[in-house]
């Protein structure tokens, strides 16, 4: 005898206490995964403004060796032509003495070029390694960027501390995870919490079944049987889950210790960040009013050497000091640049996919009253300030 039926069957199980709604595993392990897409997505986007801002601080910094070799060589010149003064004149008004002081001035200038010259060299081959570039590449840097930099002038950072750890815990993008994280860990200890309750389920079920024997394709509604009820599981052994409960409170709380140091970082990181970028921003002002000084000061003592009131020492001196403040003014206007983009990415407010962002006011956006009309920041204090005593500071 032979026979074919056809079943269908539905079968619920809903719980009520342990494993209910968000509390279910299966929409936890969703969760966790939606959050972890995030994560890596704000931590890609986190690399390209670093990557960026890396790419940008080399560039300038081989634009501030560009312009140090050319001061160097300039200084070289200049040194060559006072010596070939000198010897033009030792015959009967230059001391030898003189003349050999003079010489050996013009060959360390030499020396500092050569050796500014093999250090651009170097920069620019890892520099091409960076870009991914070959190093028999053909490289060549507009000097244009450096000098637009210097005529836009000292872009301000006019947030105080506190303002700038606000906008950092709301914008910046590795905070913002360490903060979700932190909010992972205290949804690991509701789970855990929740798996120690008791299992609570209404269950049910219905099947129909085909017409025996062999009609497989004719159902009768009235033939349904269904069923319902409750399912109770006390929690009486749940060391398993107890264990699982201690190692989340134990998470939870190293990454409560962990969350509290990445803020104080922070925190210490911005402060720091302003206080070097005013401490750039002194340097630069104090060096271009040194640099102004050493130029007058080689004028004088030229005019003074060739009309035999100063000596070959005191050319020397002037020189020095005049390459030397070329130089840091170049140094310190980088210095500041740098400065300032890595407290913008610090705090959040970097912003790469500008048009020349490096010239951009980034904070305008967070001042709490309206942005400047025109297009350029306003420069930020350039006024000589009085020095205050060592012990102004140690009382703070």
């Known amino acids: 005898r032979r026979s074919i039926i056809s079943v269908l069957s539905v079968n619920l199980s809903q719980p009520l206490l342990r494993g209910f709604g968000r509390n279910n595993p299966l929409v936890e392990n969703l969760t966790q995964a939606q959050r972890n897409v995030v994560y890596a997505v704000r931590n890609y986007s986190f690399f390209q ?67 500014a010259v093999a250090l651009y060299r170097n920069m620019l081959d890892q520099f091409k390694i960076k870009l991914g570039l070959p190093v028999s590449e053909k490289l060549a840097l507009d000097d244009q960027e450096l000098d637009e930099l210097e005529q836009n002038g000292l872009v301000p950072a006019r947030l105080d501390p506190a303002a700038a750890y606000r906008v950092a815990t709301a914008k910046q993008l590795q905070i913002l995870n360490a903060i979700d994280q932190f909010e992972d860990k205290k949804r690991k200890v509701r789970l855990a919490a929740n798996q120690l309750q008791a299992d609570l389920n209404v269950v049910g079920g219905a099947d129909l079944a085909s017409q025996a024997p062999t009609d497989y394709a004719r159902f009768d509604p009235d033939q349904v049987r269904a069923n319902v009820g409750l399912q109770l599981n006390l929690p009486i052994d749940r060391l398993p889950e107890r264990n699982l409960y201690r190692s989340a409170l134990i998470a939870f709380e190293a990454e409560l210790r962990t969350l509290t140091l990445t803020l104080d970082n922070l925190k210490e990181s911005i402060e720091q960040g302003l206080r070097t970028l005013e401490q750039r921003r002194q340097n630069y002002e104090i060096q271009k009013n040194a640099l102004e000084l050493a130029n007058r000061r080689v004028d004088s003592t030229t005019l003074l050497l060739e009309a035999g009131r100063a000596e070959v020492r005191d050319l020397v001196d002037a020189q020095d000091s005049q390459i030397s403040s070329q130089n840091a003014v170049t140094a310190s206007l980088v210095d500041y640049q740098q400065t300032r983009l890595q407290l913008l990415l610090d705090i959040g407010a970097l912003d790469t996919e500008v048009p020349k962002f490096w010239l951009k006011d980034n904070l305008a956006a967070y001042l709490p009253g309206p942005a400047p009309a025109s297009g350029k920041p306003p420069p930020p204090d350039s006024g000589e300030q009085s020095v205050l005593p060592p012990d102004q500071y140690f009382s703070e």
Request: charged share 30%.
């Open 49 to 115: 403004d670093q990557f960026a801002l890396e790419i940008l601080n080399d560039h300038f910094a081989l634009l501030g060796q560009k312009d140090i070799m050319r001061n160097r060589y300039t200084n070289y010149l200049g040194r060559v032509q006072s010596t070939q003064r000198l010897e033009a004149r030792a015959a009967d008004r230059e001391r030898l003495a003189d003349v050999d002081q003079a010489r050996q001035a013009e060959l360390t200038a030499k020396n500092n070029y050569v050796n």
